[in-house]
């Protein structure tokens, strides 16, 4: 049996070719670790991909700004039915419904025993953290594709308590494998609580996941800023200000709003592919969103920080930004005395009370960032148009069955 996914083709292009079905090993492949060669996953599941989204962290490689090799699979938030279960798996069964944090742990390691599953100690040979179809980030082949192999199956999925309910909310649950927890782990790390006033850097999917979130902590007002106006749109649909960020920094715009150019929350949903304010917003400048967030978060605030930073971006205008070097302005931090946090998200703390409050009605993720459902061999003109900035977020639908 074969099956079909999503490559990354060299910078700018990704293609839907055919690739091996799924076994309990991991074979040799683009990217993957000669360390992870052979590695035994009768802990895993192979599922059958209901859904699974395009990020803007895939748009990194895609766009040539990272070092991933030709013909690596993409795709990282994958939802999907349990088809075979391995030999050491105990508690999950053919026909489960499970959502897949995109982080891949063990369970068993000092970091996954308290939580921090974003930075296992041991799926990646490089360095801690993994995640699926990923460069650098162990050879776990990507879910962008018909079938997936799921490791450490009973510690990482989370189950959907009922089939149909699933498929009714399927493109909200779809969100918990990556964004609608990043975004609230973002809103965490900023220290949103109820009455907060907060900025959140960027309108791409993340962005306006991490809104969706302060607003369900209860944030008093909660401002998203980009240099896109149909994403600004899109954020002032469900409730939220916005600036624009091409006229200028934010602080002037936030004081029009607020009364005062200051927030108590900062969050950077950016990353380092960050565009400089006003005059700059036509060039890159990846410290710009880091050192505005801390010019406008109160003193004593907390930068929660989802947003993307690498080791190396070959891509990169400068000489110190290639080894991820930022001209990030750190004293203005300290002397606030702000916190950082910053990390990939670790999906497992907060999966599964988000997907409580889609199941309950408590809030509507798929809507608010656009959620746009595409089959399997649409995934090249999905990222072009996200690449160009789509108020959307994609969906891949590879065996039909969210348009059934
Ligand atoms: N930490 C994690 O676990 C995690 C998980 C998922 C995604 N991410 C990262 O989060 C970031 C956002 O992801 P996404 O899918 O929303 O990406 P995206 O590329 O769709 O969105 C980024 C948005 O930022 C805007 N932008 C650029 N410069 C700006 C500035 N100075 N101020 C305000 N907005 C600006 C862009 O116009 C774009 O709309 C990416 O870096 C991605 O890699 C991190
Ligand atoms: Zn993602
Ligand atoms: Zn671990």
Known sequence: ?????????????????????????????????????????????????????ICGSDQHMVRGRTTAPQGLVLGHEITGEVV??????????????????????????????VGQTGICLNVNPDRPGSAYGYVDMGGWVGGQAEYVLVPYADWNALKFPDRDQAMEKILDLAMLADIFPTGFHGAVGAGVTVGSTVYVAGAGPVGLAAATAAQLLGAAVVIVGDLNEDRLAQARSFGCETVNVSLGDPAAQIEQILGVPEVDCGIDAVGFEARGHGHDAGKEQPATVLNSLMEITRAGGSLGIPGLYVT??????????????LSM????????????????????????????????????????????????????????????????????????????
């Open 1 to 53: 049996m074969g099956n079909k996914a999503v490559s990354y083709a060299g910078a700018g292009k990704v293609e839907v070719i055919d690739t091996p079905y799924p076994e309990f090993i991991l074979r040799d492949g683009p990217g993957v670790h000669p360390d992870n060669i052979g590695r035994q996953v009768n802990h895993g599941v192979i599922i059958k991909t209901v859904a699974t989204n």
């Open 84 to 113: 075979e279960v391995g030999r050491d798996v105990e508690f999950l069964k053919v026909g489960d419904m499970i959502s897949v944090p995109f982080n891949i742990s063990c369970g068993r390691c000092r970091n996954c025993k």
């Open 312 to 325: 190396g971006d070959p891509g990169a205008e400068d000489e110190a930004a290639r080894v991820g070097s």
């Open 329 to 404: 302005r750190f004293g203005l931090g300290f002397a606030k005395s702000h916190t950082f946090v910053t990390g990939q998200c670790p999906v497992m703390k907060y999966n599964r009370g988000l997907m409580q409050a889609i199941l309950n009605d408590k809030v509507s993720i798929a809507k608010n960032v656009n959620a746009s459902t595409i089959s399997l061999d649409k995934a090249p003109e999905g990222y072009a148009a996200f690449d160009a900035g789509a108020a959307q977020k994609f969906v891949l639908d590879p065996h039909g069955l969210i348009r059934a």
